[in-house]
């Protein structure tokens, strides 16, 4: 799948959901790296953590609707989450990779 902004500018080239407990449980711990404009949806889920990850994450907090209730371009590792009471699911990608500019209220496309 690819993320696309309201204006149809894709912004994730590759987004891989993970809505499973196990692909949830694990996200992108212990991946070394992650391929440029890559990005995992979870689903369900509101609040995250970096533990036994070894980047820094940019994250996108979604309701149910896929509008931004909250947006964090830099977290680093070994870092607990916010609990987001309004997310339904969470976008994670490599920060360092991917630039995105992105504000609370933005509405994003799964395509």
Same mark, same amino acid.
């Given at each position: 799948? +690819? $993320?696309?902004?309201?204006?149809?500018? =894709?912004?994730?080239?590759?987004?891989?959901?993970?809505?499973? %407990?196990?692909?949830?449980?694990?996200?992108?711990?212990?991946?070394? @790296? =992650?391929?440029?404009?890559?990005?995992? $949806?979870?689903?369900?889920?509101?609040?995250?953590? /970096?533990?036994?990850?070894? %980047?820094? =994450?940019?994250? =996108?907090?979604?309701?149910?609707?896929? /509008?931004? !209730?909250?947006?964090?371009?830099?977290?680093?590792?070994?870092?607990?989450?916010?609990? !987001?009471?309004?997310?339904?699911? !969470? &976008? @994670?990608?490599?920060?360092?990779?991917? /630039? &995105?500019?992105? +504000?609370?209220?933005?509405?994003?496309?799964?395509?």
């Amino acid at each position: 799948m +690819k $993320l696309q902004n309201s204006k149809g500018k =894709i912004i994730i080239d590759d987004l891989e959901i993970y809505d499973t %407990f196990l692909k949830r449980l694990k996200g992108l711990m212990f991946k070394n @790296e =992650i391929p440029n404009s890559y990005a995992v $949806l979870i689903t369900p889920c509101s609040s995250i953590h /970096t533990f036994f990850m070894k %980047f820094e =994450i940019g994250v =996108i907090y979604l309701d149910k609707d896929n /509008t931004v !209730v909250k947006f964090t371009s830099s977290m680093k590792p070994f870092r607990l989450g916010p609990f !987001v009471k309004q997310a339904s699911k !969470v &976008i @994670e990608y490599d920060s360092k990779k991917t /630039t &995105i500019e992105l +504000k609370k209220g933005d509405k994003l496309y799964l395509i």
